[in-house]
């Protein structure tokens, strides 16, 4: 005869072994550096005279395609190319990132730079006005405005 296992007494023993394995798996949390990005970001436009230094916080809206825009404006297209090239700069030194995507280098009378959840736009004056970003995305919350 072969004896009958009550299934009671085993279930408590594989649970208890569960939880154990369970509690010994370490979690996989990713790196969210949006804070210092933002920072070094704005400090970086700073350091280059950028001007009307705004910074949208898009992640209570729908359709926003990235946390964060931070907008700038330069005098010339010379400025607007050094304020790019500073940002990229830092960025790399102090966080170790490039940027996703860049777009409007051959131009340089507006350039975007994509984090993917920080997306900066560096302006000619004239074509800030002409697109107003600001405006387009008024429902976002302002997180910094920087002296002008």
């Given at each position: 005869?072969?004896?009958?296992?009550?299934?009671?007494?085993?279930?408590?023993?594989?649970?208890?072994?569960?939880?154990?394995?369970?509690?010994?798996?370490?979690?996989?949390?990713?790196?969210?550096?949006?804070?210092?990005?933002?920072?070094?970001?704005?400090?970086?436009?700073?350091?280059?005279?950028?001007?009307?230094?705004?910074?949208?916080?898009?992640?209570?809206?729908?359709?926003?395609?990235?946390?964060?825009?931070?907008?700038?404006?330069?005098?010339?297209?010379?400025?607007?190319?050094?304020?790019?090239?500073?940002?990229?700069?830092?960025?790399?030194?102090?966080?170790?990132?490039?940027?996703?995507?860049?777009?409007?280098?051959?131009?340089?009378?507006?350039?975007?730079?994509?984090?993917?959840?920080?997306?900066?736009?560096?302006?000619?004056?004239?074509?800030r006005d002409f697109y107003a970003l600001e405006k387009l995305w008024a429902d976002a919350s302002l997180v910094k405005f920087a002296a002008q």
């Amino acid at each position: 005869m072969n004896p009958v296992k009550d299934k009671d007494e085993t279930t408590p023993v594989k649970a208890a072994t569960l939880k154990k394995t369970k509690a010994r798996q370490p979690k996989r949390q990713l790196k969210d550096n949006t804070e210092k990005l933002l920072t070094v970001i704005v400090d970086s436009i700073e350091d280059k005279k950028g001007e009307r230094i705004v910074v949208l916080n898009l992640k209570e809206l729908n359709n926003a395609m990235a946390d964060y825009f931070i907008i700038c404006q330069a005098s010339n297209k010379t400025q607007v190319e050094a304020i790019v090239r500073n940002i990229e700069e830092k960025v790399e030194k102090k966080l170790k990132e490039t940027a996703a995507h860049i777009e409007g280098k051959q131009n340089a009378e507006w350039i975007l730079l994509d984090y993917f959840n920080v997306i900066v736009h560096v302006f000619l004056a004239d074509k800030r006005d002409f697109y107003a970003l600001e405006k387009l995305w008024a429902d976002a919350s302002l997180v910094k405005f920087a002296a002008q």
